[in-house]
């Protein structure tokens, strides 16, 4: 991930209470109760615990816990459909708990868009209505509105349906209708809420495959929340990994794999298939020496997976790799001895 990208979301000390008095409840907090205690004698719930985290530009940013751990409470925080406790939202610098309730609206509809996990499109519409109806609150002219919506129907493969309604179509078809419609926004922000978690698993699949293809040309910053390690390895630029309403980890895959924060996160990712996830970049020896020696020696690329380097190495029956970046520099070297211990630790 580029490391220049600047912050587009900044959570400053975020906490949420729910409850008659979360305030008051939020002070108790700060001086030492947990959760449950807060739960148990005063039937109150934290649900954000001092959340501080930097979102980056044009990149796919996941949140991901168990169920009850804070990440959808948190992604609502965003634009401001729950009200924090304490704490701060800044968007570009701005403050989204300050805003007043036009300026509000004004963010939601032009800067924010999102894809809800039920499809959330209107049932007495059609597909092409569904996908307009955000720009119809935008108040754009009839003329964008139909060359947008027709635009972003094609784009998601969905040409021909429409006429169509929603109860016509299938979930994945659905969610496309979900995506098209937050696309032809235009918004610089895509909030995605366990967006793709009551597809069957080949759809999913096909779906995430879609969203990337139209990331590496669309570069929002997307905010994408689930539950699903497997997704979170595969479509996120980074992963934050919440637990009981605290922040436990944030970085790359290779990151959170290679460095665990603590138990919680080693439990978490115990199980899965590094050789898939891990780059080249990640387990290489960047100490090149002068004159490197490139007898019997295959060229990776830094971003290739760890199974492509032990596919290319067993191809060539090779012991030793140079990894080299996208202008074809070498940058590192990766023997069986390193590709062993990843795969192995």
Same mark, same amino acid.
């Given at each position: 991930?580029?490391?220049?990208?600047?912050?587009?979301?900044?959570?400053?000390?975020?906490?949420?209470?729910?409850?008659?008095?979360?305030?008051?409840?939020?002070?108790?907090?700060?001086?030492?109760?947990?959760?449950?205690?807060?739960?148990?004698?005063?039937?109150?719930?934290?649900?954000?615990?001092?959340?501080?985290?930097?979102?980056?530009?044009?990149?796919?940013?996941?949140?991901?816990?168990?169920?009850?751990?804070?990440?959808?409470?948190?992604?609502?925080?965003?634009?401001?459909?729950?009200?924090?406790?304490?704490?701060?939202?800044?968007?570009?610098?701005?403050?989204?708990?300050?805003?007043?309730?036009?300026?509000?609206?004004?963010?939601?509809?032009?800067?924010?868009?999102?894809?809800?996990?039920?499809?959330?499109?209107?049932?007495?519409?059609?597909?092409?209505?569904?996908?307009?109806?955000?720009?119809?609150?935008?108040?754009?002219?009839?003329?964008?509105?139909?060359?947008?919506?027709?635009?972003?129907?094609?784009?998601?493969?969905?040409?021909?349906?429409?006429?169509?309604?929603?109860?016509?179509?299938?979930?994945?078809?659905?969610? +496309?209708? /979900?995506?098209? $419609? *937050?696309?032809?926004?235009?918004?610089?922000? @895509?909030?995605?809420?366990?967006? %793709? =978690?009551?597809?069957?698993?080949?759809?999913?699949?096909?779906?995430?495959?879609?969203?990337?293809?139209?990331?590496?040309?669309?570069?929002?910053?997307?905010?994408?929340?689930?539950?699903?390690?497997?997704?979170?390895?595969?479509?996120?630029?980074?992963?934050?990994?919440?637990?009981?309403?605290?922040?436990?980890?944030?970085?790359?895959?290779?990151?959170?794999?290679?460095?665990?924060?603590?138990?919680?996160?080693?439990?978490?990712?115990?199980?899965?298939? +590094?050789? /898939?996830?891990? $780059? *080249?970049?990640?387990?290489?020896?960047?100490? @090149?020496?002068?004159?490197?020696? %490139? =007898?019997?020696?295959?060229?990776?690329?830094?971003?290739?997976?760890?199974?492509?380097?032990?596919?290319?190495?067993?191809?060539?029956?090779?012991?030793?790799?140079?990894?080299?970046?996208?202008?074809?520099?070498?940058?590192?070297?990766?023997?069986?001895?390193?590709?062993?211990?990843?795969?192995?630790?």
């Amino acid at each position: 991930m580029d490391k220049n990208k600047q912050p587009k979301i900044q959570i400053v000390n975020l906490s949420k209470v729910f409850g008659r008095s979360p305030k008051k409840m939020l002070q108790l907090v700060q001086q030492g109760m947990d959760k449950n205690e807060l739960l148990t004698k005063h039937r109150h719930v934290l649900a954000l615990d001092n959340i501080n985290m930097e979102l980056k530009e044009h990149s796919i940013e996941v949140i991901m816990g168990l169920s009850g751990s804070g990440k959808s409470t948190l992604i609502r925080h965003i634009n401001r459909l729950i009200a924090p406790t304490a704490g701060e939202v800044l968007v570009d610098g701005e403050n989204v708990c300050n805003m007043g309730a036009g300026q509000l609206r004004r963010f939601r509809q032009q800067k924010t868009a999102m894809v809800f996990q039920n499809f959330a499109l209107l049932p007495h519409r059609t597909v092409i209505d569904n996908i307009s109806f955000g720009l119809q609150i935008q108040g754009k002219s009839e003329t964008q509105i139909k060359r947008s919506s027709y635009y972003w129907l094609e784009r998601v493969g969905l040409a021909g349906y429409e006429k169509n309604y929603p109860a016509q179509l299938s979930g994945g078809m659905q969610q +496309r209708v /979900g995506l098209a $419609r *937050a696309l032809a926004c235009d918004a610089d922000i @895509l909030m995605m809420d366990e967006a %793709f =978690s009551a597809l069957d698993p080949l759809i999913r699949s096909d779906m995430q495959d879609v969203l990337l293809e139209l990331q590496r040309e669309l570069k929002k910053t997307i905010v994408f929340i689930t539950h699903d390690l497997d997704e979170a390895l595969k479509i996120g630029d980074r992963i934050a990994i919440l637990n009981q309403g605290q922040l436990i980890q944030q970085g790359s895959a290779d990151n959170i794999l290679l460095h665990p924060a603590d138990d919680y996160v080693r439990r978490f990712v115990a199980d899965v298939n +590094r050789t /898939g996830v891990l $780059r *080249a970049r990640s387990i290489m020896d960047s100490q @090149l020496q002068t004159s490197p020696d %490139f =007898s019997n020696t295959v060229v990776v690329q830094e971003d290739d997976t760890v199974r492509e380097v032990l596919h290319s190495m067993l191809s060539a029956d090779s012991y030793n790799a140079l990894v080299t970046n996208q202008s074809g520099k070498a940058v590192g070297r990766i023997d069986s001895e390193m590709l062993a211990a990843a795969v192995n630790n």
